[in-house]
Structure formats: C-alpha cells, structure tokens
C-alpha cells in the first residue's frame, strides 16, 4: 500500500511512541525509587503511573523482567570513547565514567533496591548484567590486557584481580565514600593502582 501522490509505501504497524516509552521507563525506575521491589512491581501500576494502557506497554515488552532491565539500564551512561593511546588515560576515563554513575542518588538508590532481589528475579539479574555491565569489563580488561602487550603493565599482572581493584575500589567509594565524589577520585585510584601494575624497573 502506497500513500497518495508520493509513492512511498506506509510503514506496517503503529509507530512507536517515544514519549509513550520514556514514560513508562520513568514510571517503573519512579515506582522503584519509592521502595517498590521488583515483585511487589505491576504492569497494571507502571501503565498507571505513565498515563498508558497495559497494552501499550506489552507491545514493547513482553514481561514486567524485561520491562526493569531497560529502564535499569537507562540508568547507566554509554561507555565512553577511549583514546586508546595511554592505559592510565582510558582507565581514568573508565573508572570517571563509573564515578559519573554513582552520583546520581536516585539511580544509586533504585539500583540497590532492584538488585536487592537477584536471588529472587535471577534472570532479570542474569539480563542486566550482560547488557549492562559486560561492555565495561571486557572495555576495562582489553585496556588492561593491551598494558601487558605494549609494556605499560607487568607482564605477569592478574587482569582478573586488577579489574576487580580497580572496579572494586570505585563502587566502595560510591557505596561508603562521601556523598559526593570528589571529580579526580578517578586519577587518583589509577595512580595509585598502577603505582603496583608497572613493570619492574630496567
């Protein structure tokens, strides 16, 4: 089927509504943020809070887990651009980015609550991780791993064990650090990590 005098034939389906979509990720992360778990969670609430029909949200999502994990992961920054030409610059670049996360309190705050129920919602978990936290560990471990091939890292260094100090450090500082973050928290653990990552002296 084609519309009148042009010629171009009409998408199939009804569009999808971004402000209908931004609405219903606001109203899940929003009823979470006020102590909502994820299995005292509704479609029939979120499609409530948003302004929709239950409907219009099974059009998108086919279940309440998948729903969560879009909307936890908009909670999350895009990885940023690594200039890939000093290590220490693209971990700070990195952890910064990690650092950037962890100050947004309502984001901290809905993030612990729903992750407060992974023994109970394993593949929601199972699906946050790998489309939210996977791309920074395999970005943090090539940045690592490409240390040890050019010579800026040691060469028996434990990219699995650096990963987690680094990383590690980070969320101690977001979950027990002061409110907020100082901005070179980011240079400052790198420094102070890589102090024991580089080689030994000739």
């Known amino acids: 089927m084609t519309t009148q005098g042009t010629g171009t034939a009409r998408p199939a389906g009804r569009p999808r509504s971004e402000k209908a979509e931004k609405a219903i990720i606001e109203a899940t992360l929003d009823l979470i943020a006020e102590g909502m778990g994820v299995s005292e969670l509704s479609i029939e609430a979120i499609a409530s809070r948003a302004g929709v029909g ?4 099974y059009r998108r999502w086919s279940n309440k887990e998948d729903l969560v994990v879009d909307a936890l992961a908009t909670l999350k920054a895009p990885l940023p651009p690594l200039a890939g030409v000093s290590v220490c610059e693209d971990l700070i670049t ?4 990690m ?7 309502r984001g901290r705050c809905v993030m612990n609550i729903a992750m407060s129920e992974a023994d109970r919602h394993p593949r929601l978990t199972e699906r ?3 489309r939210a936290v996977e791309p920074r560990r395999r970005a943090l471990r090539e940045v690592l791993e490409r240390g040890v091939a050019t010579g800026e890292l040691r ?3 434990d990219v699995t064990l650096a990963m987690a100090i680094l990383s590690g450090t980070m969320m101690w500082q977001s979950k027990w650090g002061p409110g907020d973050l100082p901005e070179d928290l980011a240079e400052r653990v790198v420094d ?4 024991g990552m580089a080689p030994p002296a000739a």
């Open 155 to 157: 060469p028996d260094l």
């Open 94 to 97: 990195l952890l910064d980015a």
């Open 192 to 195: 102070m990590v890589l102090a």
């Open 128 to 130: 946050f991780v790998e």
């Open 99 to 105: 650092r950037a996360d962890s100050g947004n309190r």
């Open 54 to 57: 239950k409907t219009t949200i």
